[in-house]
């Protein structure tokens, strides 16, 4: 059983930042592709950004470019999320998602179904 454990969500102003941490515990194999994914209320769950197993590649949507950072701690099981400049766009539940290392590519890495793990999500509001 794999459990993920988010943190770091909360409410900040326009422009302002967070750190998003995820814990990933029970996981056995090799180290899987991680994801963070968010959903606002009325819409679909889109991808944010993913990693990949060593840490040496990201891949981000183009609404968070250049403002968010995904990064990997492999010693101790956490993926982060730095966000920078949040938008009220932004607002939403975020999940962190584990998956295998086939998604972990140019064209699937924001396919929700390959990934089989999530958490339960930490909400981040962005307030003008």
């Known amino acids: 059983q794999v459990d993920l454990a988010e943190s770091g969500g909360g409410s900040v102003q326009v422009g302002g930042s967070l750190r998003l941490s995820c814990v990933a515990s029970g996981y056995t194999s090799t180290n899987p592709c991680m994801g963070w994914f968010r959903q606002a209320p009325g819409k679909m769950r889109e991808g944010v950004a993913t990693i990949d197993t060593s840490g040496s590649t990201a891949w981000y949507a183009d609404s968070v470019k250049g403002r968010f950072t995904i990064s990997r701690d492999n010693a101790k099981n956490t993926v982060y999320l730095q966000m920078n400049s949040l938008k009220p766009e932004d607002n939403a539940m975020y999940y962190c998602?584990?998956?295998?290392?086939?998604?972990?590519?140019?064209?699937?890495?924001?396919?929700?179904?390959?990934?089989?793990?999530w958490g339960q999500g930490t909400q981040v509001t962005v307030s003008s």
């Open positions: 998602a584990a998956g295998g290392t086939y998604y972990c590519r140019d064209g699937y890495w924001d396919i929700i179904s390959g990934y089989n793990y």
